[in-house]
């Protein structure tokens, strides 16, 4: 036996730590076991509010921990119990903080289930290489069966499918059941019994094709379905065989011997009387299509009557007619114009009820008039003291400007002649013609002198 090698090394005589020593404990038996299978009984078994899965597995002489981490545990197909006999699939490590020895568990099956399924695949192989399962030895169903002989338990969920879907879709087809355990030591000789009754009675009970049936289960549960009996019996059968056992993923040896697998045994009860549904369909469309076909040569032949008829009718009749036409007419025109008025009576309520919809508010638009015009007259009453304001201001300012008010503190204005404003001295001489204007009047004077 080769030494684990770790991924440290340690010198003789070296002090480690215990940290140290368990790492390297699981380092090397992590790396001398690969994932190995583990059969044993399961043990002081513990679930924690965490969702790991916590056990002990154990036989006769020895016994191990193990631990199953949530991910894992919620994967398994099954309920882990006390006392359970299974097969792990598991990690040989050691848990460092405790310097436990124990098993990390990948995967879970009961035990015996292996060997179960090892099984099925050589009797699989052994019967296919016989040429069991060849497809040129399939039969055809009978597209319209007169019986339908069928193997399973009485108590059995898929007897009541199968009778339950054949009700509703052949309900004419007389069902005889040859009674048979599904499950169970004894099951596979009784499905074979089943079967070879059914095959010899078939001409009595007048039964054309076999249905083989069960609800779902495990692989234990399909056991008496992976029987060679049972196969060889499927295929001796004088009667074509259709065999629907479990749910859509369950496979049985009964299946591949079959003339036909179905899904489930209502999908095999579906297929024996896919026939008559199909037929139905059909003669629903014929019946359909013939009474099209006689109602156009009935409505043919009454215009042909029509147009013979109106060559023979005496004038008394075609005058009766042509009032009775002439009524069929105003009562038409009449409905006619009753459905338009009804028509136009319903466009009217919509458009009033339109209008009203869209009617102003007269309260609502006089109160909201009554406000804007108290706030216009608000504004102008403001704008009118703004302007009076502004007014009074630029009549001060033209006051003060006016030379009228300059006249009254004691100014004059002097004017020549022409009446221009006579601003220096220098443009008279005497003799000149002026007008003085004070505040309060004019005077006129003449230039005597002039001095510069």
Known sequence: MNTPQTSTKVNSGEVVSVSWLNRAAREALEGSFPLLWVAGEVSTLTRAASGHVYFTLKDDQAQVRCTMWRNRAQLLGFRLEHGMRVEVRALVTLFEARGDYQLNIESIRQAGVGNLYEAFLRLKARLESEGLFDPARKRPLPRFPQGIAVVTSPQAAAWLDVTAALARRAPHVPVSLYPSLVQGADAPAQIAAAIRQAGLRARQDGNDVLLLVRGGGSLEDLAAFNDEGVARAIRTCPLPVVVGVGHET???????????????????????????????????????????????????????????????????????????????????????????????????????????????DLASCRQKLSTLEQGLQRAMRTLLTDRRTQLTTLGQHLTHLDPRGVLSRGYSITRDASGQIIRSASGLVPGNLIRIEFHDGVVDAKVDKHSG
């Open 250 to 360: 369950d496979v049985s040896i009964a299946d591949f011997a079959a003339d036909l697998r179905a899904a489930t045994p209502t999908a095999a009860a579906e297929l024996v009387s896919a026939g008559y549904v199909e037929a139905r369909e059909g003669l629903e469309q014929l019946a359909h299509r013939l009474k099209r076909a006689m109602e156009r040569r009935i409505e043919n032949a009454a215009q042909r009557i029509d147009r013979a008829a109106a060559r023979l009718i005496h004038p008394r009749q075609r005058l009766h007619a042509g009032r009775l036409q002439l009524e069929n007419l105003r009562q038409r025109q009449q409905a006619r114009i009753t459905q338009q008025l009804s028509a136009h009576r319903t466009k009217v309520t919509t458009l009033e009820l339109r209008l009203a919809a869209h009617r102003p």
